[in-house]
């Protein structure tokens, strides 16, 4: 098992920025964010691989950045020019192997003047 922490989210005026961060009990290789608003799918905000290779969903292109700090077992999230419709619960998830993802508890993340 892995246990994942998430840290970050809250209240933010729409235009601004938040900073989300997840800490992994050990080495993954895949770490990243999706989110789920109400009524809505889980989908991809965006994962980073122990290489570096990064992946972000369309909608948040441009706007949020990832990384991660391989020694710290720790995937940040960066988002910028935050829009209401970024409103969700954000979850962490690891994985080293694509059939097994693993997930944090989440955090709400409400973007509203």
């Known amino acids: 098992q892995v246990q994942l922490v998430e840290s970050g989210g809250g209240l933010v005026q729409p235009g601004g920025s938040l900073a989300l961060s997840c800490v992994a009990s050990?080495?993954?290789?895949?770490m990243g964010w999706y989110r789920q608003a109400p009524g809505e799918q889980r989908e991809l905000v965006a994962t980073m691989s122990t290489g570096g290779s990064r992946n972000y969903g369309a909608s948040v292109q441009g706007r949020f950045n990832i990384s991660r700090d391989n020694f710290k077992y720790t995937v940040y999230l960066q988002m910028n020019n935050l829009k209401p419709e970024d409103t969700a619960v954000y979850f962490c998830?690891?994985?080293?192997?694509?059939?097994?993802?693993?997930w944090g508890k989440g955090t709400l993340v409400t973007v509203s003047s």
């Open positions: 050990r080495s993954m290789f895949s």
């Open positions: 998830s690891a994985r080293n192997d694509p059939r097994v993802n693993y």
